[in-house]
């Protein structure tokens, strides 16, 4: 059998606006959904008009019907990209849109149920043929389909589609959209239809949707199908194949209230980096008369949970996962053609990655094929940045979400689902915690998290996680070598110091994973990455393997993240440049990051080694240091040189307590809501013998503190919560016996805004 589902869309020319095209012009004319592929099918990719409803008056304007617009796009490329021949970027604050384009229905459809299909549109669709609602979808990432059999004709038919996308509301999740021009780590946004469109015929009785169970340990596989229409007599016949020949099947008459149960004679397993795919057709007939064929596939694969392992067919598999965004410099979230879907997994596998973390937005379905094809584990997620909680959101939000798990659970390379990413969940507690059980209840055989970094809610975890862009790969080693609480307390900095958002110190004895490490910037120039980037290739090297032995060598994670794969606009941290070239030796990053793991040699389901604190001497205290925690001395505007020195006067200077910061999640006890903030204050030290100093901050953004007018540390962009950074060395040379000063300086770019720390020395 043939995935790559060809049919009909081979043989035919489309008209477009009037125009003929032949199938070599068409962008993206691969059918879209080789999970669920029927011959009978025509693309409506290509050039369609388009124009943008400044006033929102397009209804009174006649646009629904007849129309012409002003101006002409290449769908399914959104209007912002370069691909869709407008290239509007961010300039333009798209909010109401229209689409337009007139076609022929092919001989062989004629006669049949007719459904128009739309991989993704951003984010509410009205759908009108030949004048005719034919329906609304709501949601940026979903796919959905309406009939449209009743208002079609002879000849040419008309296709309008109606766009509002209103990200600015905060009632619609936009991902790593930018409300305004790209910056930090938020890009050139998407608006209106952004993955392919496509006509389908169907009998008179067809397989709407299924649910595709394995069960490898019995070698078998349950098949649930939903249908729509009214024939009688119905039967279901699933089989599967390899090769094209058979190895199961089974038939059922209808109702349905079981699934079908396809027993295969032939066990082959899928599995990460050897995987293995069985084709599946159905058919549904009435009596003798077929009304529907479709083409499948699946994977014969099981996800478990043992202990703190997360198992894979049975077996530990470490899962070295890549953050992948999946932005295009010319497609912005629409990849240009299908190979470069694949080619983004090759890329990430030849560094040594068998997987990703498929960040903010929701992955098209080819995408997921190819994963499934080569053997390469993705964790799904829901692009919720800007969505703002607002109960009168929920709805749109939770049933979209449903979608997006109907249309993905069969994939074998999906392994886990997390609903939200960094969220705050002292607010959002309940939908976190909904949105997990919604998850469990359409599909209760992978993993899943309520969010990913920050504060977890859930109380009772299948799973956990935690951000950390610690750019030291000692302390980074520390704060997760036996200790996988929740709240991501490290073993060499006191325990007060965890996060302010996180629930209390507990190991929960479930897997665990470290989800966003490295970020380290490379060929940074206009732009950024985390932390301070290496100067040279050799200090990347460094570094990089440094952050991955961290994890490797830690028996009780499971996996890691790292970010990422490649640029994006100014965010650069990516193992490969933005337009795919890669930035290092990918032969030496995959020597790095593939050697075997811990994990993979060793059972991490017994509990971790309690960790023995420091005894920490605090000589400059932070928020959770009560009474050791003193006013410093502040400006927001540039002191005059030599502020950072002893005898330095600044008696004119306002006086604040830290942290210092804007209105947000955290404890802020002095306003700071400018550009920059410069702070001292003096201190005492008995003059004791130093074994080890450290620095515990809390930063947004670029930091760097001195001890008696010297530079003790440095860092640049920000963190989400109090990380320990050794200065033994620096602070050595700089600290003396008696009183010394501390100050420091932290610039703040967008966003919010937040600094306190805490020197402490071990003697």
């Not at 609602?133 to 949601?139: E, I, K």
């Not at 202990?307 to 049975?314: D, T, V, Y």
């Not at 941290?573 to 060793?602: C, M, Q, S, W």
Request: proline share 6%; charged share 25%.
């Amino acid at each position: 059998m043939n995935r790559t589902c060809s049919g009909l869309v081979w043989m035919c020319a489309v008209l477009m606006c009037g125009v003929l095209t032949t199938l070599a012009e068409v962008p993206r004319p691969e059918h879209p959904r080789p999970d669920l592929c029927r011959e009978n099918w025509l693309t409506l990719n290509g050039e369609w008009q388009f124009e943008i409803d400044k006033a929102a008056d397009g209804e009174s304007r006649g646009l629904t019907y007849g129309k012409d617009l002003n101006a002409r796009i290449t769908v399914p490329f959104c209007p912002e990209s370069k691909l869709s021949s407008l290239g509007l970027g961010n300039t333009v604050k798209l909010k109401n849109v229209w689409y337009r384009r007139s076609f022929e229905l092919p001989p062989a459809m004629k006669g049949k149920r007719v459904r128009i299909h739309f991989g993704g549109v951003d984010y509410k669709a009205w759908v009108y043929i030949n004048g005719q609602l034919a329906g609304t979808h709501v949601g940026e990432s979903s796919a959905f389909n309406f009939e449209i059999t009743q208002w079609l004709k002879d000849g040419s038919n008309e296709v309008v589609v109606k766009v509002l996308d209103d990200m600015w509301s905060g009632l619609q999740p936009c991902g790593k959209q930018s409300p305004n021009q790209s910056q930090g780590c938020t890009y050139t946004r998407t608006t209106g239809i952004w993955q392919p469109v496509w006509l389908e015929a169907v009998g008179s009785s067809f397989v709407e949707n299924l649910a595709i169970v394995p069960d490898p340990d019995n070698s078998r596989v349950f098949i649930t199908a939903k249908l729509d229409g009214s024939d009688k007599d119905l039967t279901l016949k699933a089989e599967a194949f390899i090769d094209g020949t058979s190895v199961g099947t089974d038939t059922a008459a209808g109702p349905w209230r079981k699934p079908l149960v396809v027993n295969l004679k032939t066990k082959k397993l899928w599995a990460p980096g050897n995987p293995f795919l069985y084709d599946l057709k159905l058919t549904l007939c009435s009596g003798t008369t077929k009304l529907d064929e479709l083409s499948s596939y699946f994977g014969l694969r099981s996800v478990t949970i043992d202990g703190r392992r997360i198992l894979i067919n049975g077996q530990p598999v470490f899962q070295r996962l890549i953050l992948d965004q999946g932005f295009y410099p010319e497609g912005l979230w629409t990849a240009p053609t299908d190979e470069a879907l694949k080619k983004d997994i090759e890329m990430s596998m030849a560094c040594g990655y068998n997987g990703a973390r498929l960040h903010q937005k929701v992955f098209e379905p080819r995408f997921l094929y190819w994963a499934d094809k080569l053997g390469y584990m993705v964790w799904g997620e829901s692009p919720n940045w800007g969505f703002n909680f607002k109960p009168e959101g929920y709805a749109a939000y939770v049933n979209e979400w449903t979608e997006i798990l109907m249309r993905d659970r069969n994939h074998p390379s999906i392994v886990g689902w997390c609903a939200f990413n960094e969220t705050n969940g002292n607010v959002v507690a309940d939908l976190q915690q909904r949105m997990w059980n919604v998850t469990k209840a359409v599909d209760p055989t992978r993993p899943a998290l309520e969010t990913s970094g920050w504060t977890h809610t859930m109380p009772n975890p299948e799973v956990l996680d935690m951000h950390d862009y610690d750019g030291n790969a000692v302390s980074l080693r520390e704060r997760w070598l036996g200790n996988l609480s929740v709240t991501s307390v490290p073993r060499a900095i006191p325990a007060r110091y965890g996060t302010l958002k996180a629930q209390p110190n507990k190991d929960r004895g479930v897997p665990f994973m470290v989800s966003e490490i490295g970020g380290i910037g490379w060929a940074t120039g206009g732009g950024w990455g985390y932390g301070s980037g290496p100067n040279t290739l050799d200090e990347f090297y460094a570094r990089y393997k440094g952050t991955i032995d961290a994890m490797l060598d830690n028996p009780h994670l499971f996996g890691f993240c790292y970010t990422q794969l490649t640029d994006i606009e100014q965010e650069k941290n990516g193992l490969f440049y933005y337009d795919r070239k890669p930035k290092f030796d990918v032969k030496k990053l995959y020597e790095i990051t593939a050697r075997e793991a811990a994990y993979e040699r060793h059972d991490p389901t017994k509990p971790a080694v309690k960790a023995v604190e420091p005894a920490w001497q605090v000589l400059v205290g932070a928020l959770q240091d009560g009474d050791l925690s003193t006013p410093y001395r502040y400006v927001v505007e540039k002191p005059a040189d030599g502020w950072m020195k002893e005898g330095f006067d600044d008696s004119s200077w306002k006086t604040g307590l830290a942290p210092f910061g804007s209105d947000g999640d955290w404890t802020i006890r002095s306003k700071w809501t400018t550009g920059d903030i410069f702070f001292r204050k003096t201190f005492d030290y008995d003059g004791g013998d130093i074994k080890r100093g450290a620095i515990v901050i809390l930063y947004d953004e670029d930091t760097e503190v001195y001890v008696n007018g010297q530079k003790i540390f440095g860092v640049e962009r920000f963190i989400t919560n109090y990380q320990l950074y050794p200065v033994t060395e620096p602070l050595k040379k700089a600290l003396k016996k008696g009183t010394n000063t501390i100050a420091a300086h932290t610039h703040q770019t967008a966003g919010g805004q937040y600094i306190d720390l805490a020197l402490l020395v071990e003697n």
